[in-house]
């Protein structure tokens, strides 16, 4: 990998985020709700409305504000939430590593399971394993995450077995154990829908490599099937793999919106939800923006890596 | 019948698909009852000979409930996925044949769009339209359009230097010529395959949006939000939120399994 491919990439990562932060602008400088008429509310008097957007500095033309945001985001300053009187950088910060952490063992759990499940697939293919793989991965793809949330909540929260609390968060540093069973029910809801859709990717790869000219050659000198698979297949199947795992990234930021909100997981998700119900726009910037970041991020670590695994990606 | 439609997935894609329209279509006048009409003496009750699937927390009939919101639930997907699909293919092409500049300006602009997930992309799109089912089915249209985009872009792009289209360019026909009669028809198939798969997506993120309360609003029966006006009575009665959980896993897997079919019976590779 050359240094200049590595400049190139992250100089288009600060494209597409300068790009973010035009559009996260626009969209919130155009909801309805001015911020001064939702602090005050209805009955606030024309005079309190306008004293207060001269202080918010709404009264000045949109360039100015989004330059004064744009600086007030690099200086690490997010403005001050309008509903929660606090800095934003605070209260999206907490936010954020409760999301980290949900997020990060979900896919991590999620790796572990879904590649091997590909590989099982792919070789048994057309066997009974095949199909239930098969069928479990479209049964998984089809499933919005309230509707896995609601049915793991009706069997596993339930009265009848009531083996996992329903919701709420307990800190890791609290109790390694609470932390550990509040974590499971949103977990798996945000990762049945990325296993069934990595391990469906891993397999079609997988298959096609099987069936490749260097995996007979292999075969053909007499190496063990499992050589063949650990050294030769799996190696040239795993490239876009981390493609895929990439972009169900951004699938997962999305998803952790809906399950945070269900099982009142106190991450970027909820507050989100919180934020746009009561207008709160400087939340709703930080947290897009922070969003769009991390995703843009993990395209940008999943290319390095797919240009380790595979050395004939051409760094055009 | 195609021969990536006489597997079992593409089989059980074409029923379930089938199923799905019959209800779309004529859901409403197959309904054994009125989908708001009080059964107070029948209150979450579980599958019987007078209401198939049971009732909810009012006596409502759950199967009159899921036949009546299958138009809602279905046509916002089948919608959403048309405007999104629509604007996405017209920017896409306009890249894809222009070249130069204008490509590098919308293809860094939807790189930028891409970069926020689609869910978040809706969410924020629909407070700015506010609440409601055509609001959410043109953010789900809006959010889709750049990914439309760049599929249709690379389509156009890779169909642009085929000889049939060089050859298009040297007998000196008219670029709208070229573009409309030489490289739009090459270019639908992936487009195609896409938005059938984009449907079931589609549908999830409506029913999400119905459930969060963001899209359809009650009275309505859309299967988002009847999941959502029945969870506090899960316990006492699963069916009231399996009922319409699982219609909308089986409709999104119907237009899953469908679009794969599809995918593999134009994809030459996969033909033999």
């Given at each position: 990998m050359?240094?200049?491919?590595l400049?190139?990439?992250?100089l288009?990562v600060?494209?597409v985020?300068?790009?973010?932060?035009f559009?996260?602008f626009?969209?919130?400088?155009?909801?309805?709700?001015?911020?001064?008429?939702?602090?005050?509310?209805?009955y606030?008097?024309?005079?309190?409305?306008?004293?207060l957007?001269r202080r918010l500095?709404?009264?000045?033309?949109?360039?100015?504000?989004?330059?004064?945001w744009?600086?007030?985001?690099?200086?690490?300053?997010?403005?001050?939430?309008?509903?929660?009187?606090l800095?934003?950088a605070?209260?999206?910060?907490d936010a954020?590593?409760?999301?980290?952490s949900?997020?990060g063992i979900?896919?991590?759990?999620?790796t572990?399971?879904?590649?091997?499940l590909?590989v099982l697939a792919?070789?048994?293919?057309?066997?009974?394993?095949?199909?239930?793989?098969?069928?479990?991965?479209?049964i998984?793809?089809?499933?919005?995450?309230?509707?896995?949330a609601?049915?793991?909540l009706l069997?596993?929260?339930?009265?009848?077995l009531?083996?996992?609390?329903?919701g709420?968060?307990?800190?890791?540093?609290e109790?390694?154990?609470?932390?550990a069973?509040?974590?499971?029910?949103?977990?798996?809801t945000?990762?049945l829908?990325?296993?069934?859709?990595i391990?469906?990717?891993v397999?079609?790869?997988?298959?096609?490599?099987?069936?490749?000219?260097?995996?007979r050659a292999?075969r053909?000198?007499?190496?063990?099937?499992?050589?063949?698979?650990?050294r030769?297949?799996?190696?040239?199947?795993?490239?876009p793999?981390v493609?895929?795992?990439s972009?169900?990234v951004?699938?997962?930021?999305?998803?952790?919106i809906?399950?945070?909100?269900?099982f009142?997981?106190p991450?970027?998700?909820?507050?989100?939800?919180?934020?746009?119900?009561?207008?709160?726009?400087p939340?709703?910037?930080a947290i897009?923006?922070l969003l769009a970041?991390?995703y843009?991020l993990?395209?940008?670590?999943?290319d390095i890596?797919?240009a380790?695994l595979?050395?004939?990606?051409r760094y055009a | 019948?195609?021969?990536?439609?006489?597997?079992?997935?593409?089989?059980?894609?074409?029923?379930?698909?089938?199923?799905?329209m019959?209800?779309?279509?004529?859901?409403p006048?197959?309904?054994?009852?009125?989908?708001?009409a009080?059964?107070?003496a029948?209150?979450l009750?579980?599958?019987?000979?007078?209401?198939?699937l049971g009732?909810?927390q009012?006596?409502r009939?759950?199967?009159?409930?899921l036949?009546?919101?299958?138009?809602?639930?279905?046509?916002?997907?089948?919608?959403s996925?048309c405007?999104?699909?629509g604007?996405?293919?017209?920017?896409?092409v306009?890249?894809?044949?222009?070249?130069?500049?204008?490509?590098?300006?919308?293809?860094?602009?939807?790189?930028?769009?891409l970069?926020?997930?689609e869910?978040l992309?809706t969410?924020l799109?629909?407070?700015f339209?506010?609440g409601?089912?055509g609001q959410a089915?043109?953010?789900?249209?809006v959010?889709?359009?750049?990914?439309?985009a760049?599929?249709?872009r690379?389509?156009v792009?890779?169909i642009r230097?085929?000889?049939?289209?060089?050859?298009?360019?040297?007998?000196?026909?008219?670029?709208?010529?070229?573009?409309?009669?030489?490289?739009?028809?090459?270019?639908?198939?992936?487009?195609?395959?896409e938005?059938?798969?984009?449907?079931a997506?589609?549908?999830?993120?409506?029913?999400?949006?119905?459930f969060?309360?963001?899209?359809?609003?009650?009275?309505?029966?859309?299967?988002?939000?009847?999941?959502?006006?029945?969870r506090q009575?899960?316990?006492?009665?699963?069916?009231?939120v399996?009922?319409?959980?699982?219609?909308?896993?089986?409709?999104a897997?119907?237009?899953n399994?469908?679009?794969d079919?599809?995918?593999?019976?134009?994809?030459?590779?996969?033909?033999?």
């Amino acid at each position: 990998m050359t240094l200049g491919y590595l400049v190139r990439r992250l100089l288009a990562v600060i494209l597409v985020l300068i790009v973010v932060t035009f559009a996260v602008f626009a969209i919130t400088m155009i909801l309805p709700g001015n911020a001064a008429v939702m602090i005050l509310g209805e009955y606030g008097t024309d005079e309190a409305v306008a004293a207060l957007e001269r202080r918010l500095g709404l009264d000045k033309s949109w360039y100015i504000q989004y330059f004064s945001w744009v600086k007030g985001i690099l200086s690490g300053d997010f403005g001050q939430s309008l509903r929660l009187s606090l800095p934003v950088a605070d209260v999206v910060g907490d936010a954020f590593l409760n999301s980290a952490s949900l997020a990060g063992i979900a896919l991590i759990s999620v790796t572990i399971i879904a590649i091997p499940l590909g590989v099982l697939a792919a070789i048994n293919r057309g066997t009974v394993a095949d199909l239930v793989i098969g069928v479990f991965s479209y049964i998984g793809a089809s499933m919005p995450e309230f509707v896995t949330a609601t049915l793991l909540l009706l069997f596993l929260a339930g009265p009848a077995l009531g083996l996992l609390p329903a919701g709420g968060f307990v800190a890791l540093t609290e109790s390694v154990g609470g932390f550990a069973s509040h974590v499971i029910l949103p977990a798996t809801t945000l990762g049945l829908i990325l296993t069934a859709h990595i391990s469906r990717q891993v397999r079609s790869e997988m298959s096609e490599v099987l069936s490749s000219d260097y995996i007979r050659a292999a075969r053909l000198k007499g190496l063990r099937e499992r050589r063949v698979i650990r050294r030769h297949a799996l190696p040239n199947s795993l490239a876009p793999a981390v493609a895929v795992i990439s972009l169900d990234v951004g699938y997962l930021l999305g998803g952790i919106i809906v399950v945070e909100e269900i099982f009142a997981w106190p991450g970027l998700g909820r507050l989100l939800i919180y934020a746009l119900e009561n207008r709160d726009l400087p939340v709703i910037q930080a947290i897009t923006l922070l969003l769009a970041t991390v995703y843009a991020l993990s395209n940008l670590i999943s290319d390095i890596i797919i240009a380790i695994l595979d050395p004939r990606v051409r760094y055009a | 019948m195609p021969k990536a439609f006489r597997t079992a997935a593409g089989f059980t894609g074409i029923v379930l698909l089938s199923l799905v329209m019959t209800a779309a279509f004529f859901g409403p006048f197959m309904a054994p009852y009125d989908p708001q009409a009080f059964h107070p003496a029948s209150r979450l009750e579980g599958p019987s000979f007078a209401h198939f699937l049971g009732t909810d927390q009012f006596g409502r009939d759950l199967l009159s409930r899921l036949l009546h919101g299958a138009p809602s639930t279905i046509f916002f997907g089948l919608g959403s996925t048309c405007i999104g699909v629509g604007v996405g293919s017209v920017i896409g092409v306009i890249a894809g044949t222009a070249g130069g500049w204008i490509d590098s300006v919308i293809m860094r602009v939807l790189d930028g769009l891409l970069a926020v997930p689609e869910l978040l992309f809706t969410l924020l799109i629909v407070t700015f339209l506010g609440g409601g089912m055509g609001q959410a089915m043109l953010a789900v249209a809006v959010a889709f359009t750049p990914g439309m985009a760049r599929i249709a872009r690379s389509s156009v792009l890779s169909i642009r230097t085929r000889e049939y289209v060089l050859a298009a360019i040297a007998r000196g026909e008219p670029s709208h010529y070229v573009v409309l009669r030489e490289v739009l028809p090459n270019a639908v198939g992936p487009i195609i395959v896409e938005s059938s798969i984009r449907v079931a997506f589609a549908i999830m993120i409506g029913a999400t949006l119905g459930f969060l309360g963001l899209g359809a609003q009650p009275p309505s029966t859309e299967w988002g939000l009847m999941v959502a006006e029945a969870r506090q009575f899960m316990f006492r009665n699963a069916w009231t939120v399996a009922v319409p959980g699982v219609a909308i896993a089986l409709a999104a897997m119907g237009f899953n399994l469908f679009g794969d079919a599809l995918r593999d019976s134009l994809d030459p590779r996969q033909s033999q």
